[in-house]
């Protein structure tokens, strides 16, 4: 059934056919849904068969993802985030290692961006995702969380009240009021361990994008050139969807912003990346864009440097090997790592 369902989801093109009748061929496919967002496949395959079957490879290694680290939906037979969650300060849960593997390295993630990326903060996300929820449905009475509420639901945020038990492989929150929420590294850590599985199976000249999250893999056609990827322009008025065009092999491109997720209360947008120092949207910058290789650490470091001031992250980026990072100020002007200008196409 479920390839049955999928089959319909999956819309595939042929986008350049080599002359040569050996040579593979550039196709390109889409599904939806999973991560609540556009898988994008773009793979150089012998054949259509070929590129199916690693399009439902994809899509089929991605859903065990999206189910693990769901924290609004349950699956039967499946212990994932929400029920992690929903057994806060009950009793531990029996998880997957998938899980375990992903707090693991959310947790090196944590000390790595001097705690402005806290898998913990589920309870202060959670409200914002509720006011803005009803903000969007309501515009006219769209109001903000009361800073009392939010710093009450902070109080639950502590990563020591984490308890993972790989032995047995459970994990457990202490605190009954707190609230795991992955979403600043889930996707961008399943898209790198989907791109490993997919290297495995021999897969080795394809462009994924999980909802903007950008992984490539080798090079395209024959020539096994870079891939061309945008930087998005985070101006919504401007004709100019892309900042710069980056040539791009075995790296990931993952960019967070103000564009995306957002509500407006009295005039003013409110965007979901939200500062774990004021509780409120970080307001540094538009947009920032990290490339590296590592998805999840894209991910992580994309969300990382937006939530400080530009002298914090660029001394970040610049204390990690094969890193770069490109941030937007709200003027438009654009600042960028040593190594940025040197993936730009030309």
């Known amino acids: 059934m479920k390839k049955h369902i999928f089959a319909s989801l999956l819309i595939i093109t042929i986008l350049i056919t080599s002359s040569c009748s050996q040579a593979p061929k550039k196709y390109e496919g889409s599904f939806l849904f999973l991560f609540n967002t556009v898988t994008e496949i773009v793979a150089y395959t012998k054949n259509e068969d070929e590129f199916k079957e690693l399009a439902n490879f994809i899509r089929d290694e991605l859903e065990i993802y999206h189910q693990l680290y769901d924290k609004y939906n349950s699956y039967d037979g499946i212990n994932n985030i929400k029920t992690i969650n929903d057994n806060a300060g009950i009793e531990p849960v029996k998880v997957d290692s998938k899980i375990i593997d992903l707090l693991k390295y959310s947790i090196k993630g944590y000390e790595i961006s001097k705690g402005t990326v806290n898998i913990g903060m589920g309870s202060v996300l959670e409200m914002?995702?509720?006011?803005?929820?009803?903000?969007?449905?309501d515009p006219t009475n769209a109001k903000l969380p009361p800073m009392d509420l939010l710093k009450e639901a902070n109080n639950h945020t502590n990563l020591d009240n984490l308890i993972i038990d790989e032995a047995k492989s459970t994990v457990f929150l202490q605190d009954k009021d707190m609230s795991l929420d992955v979403g600043a590294i889930a996707k961008g850590y399943a898209t790198e361990q989907v791109t490993k599985a997919a290297i495995d199976r021999g897969y080795t000249n394809l462009l994924l994008?999980?909802?903007?999250n950008v992984r490539a893999i080798g090079g395209k056609g024959k020539e096994n050139a870079p891939w061309n990827v945008g930087i998005r322009n985070p101006d919504k008025d401007s004709d100019q969807y892309s900042l710069f065009t980056l040539a791009l092999k075995d790296l990931s491109l993952v960019s967070s912003g103000d564009y995306e997720r957002y509500?407006?209360?009295?005039?003013k947008e409110y965007h979901h990346i939200i500062d774990p120092d004021t509780l409120m949207p970080a307001n540094y910058f538009s947009a920032v864009s990290i490339i590296c290789q590592d998805s999840g650490m894209a991910d992580t470091l994309s969300t990382a440097i937006y939530n400080m001031p530009y002298d914090q992250g660029i001394a970040l980026i610049e204390s990690l090997e094969d890193t770069e990072a490109l941030w937007v100020f709200h003027d438009g002007s654009m600042k960028f790592s040593k190594g940025f200008e040197a993936l730009v196409k030309k």
Request: aromatic share 16%; hydrophobic share 20%; net charge negative.
């Open 128 to 137: 914002w995702h509720d006011y803005r929820t009803e903000g969007i449905n």
């Open 209 to 212: 994008s999980i909802g903007g």
């Open 263 to 267: 509500y407006t209360v009295e005039g």
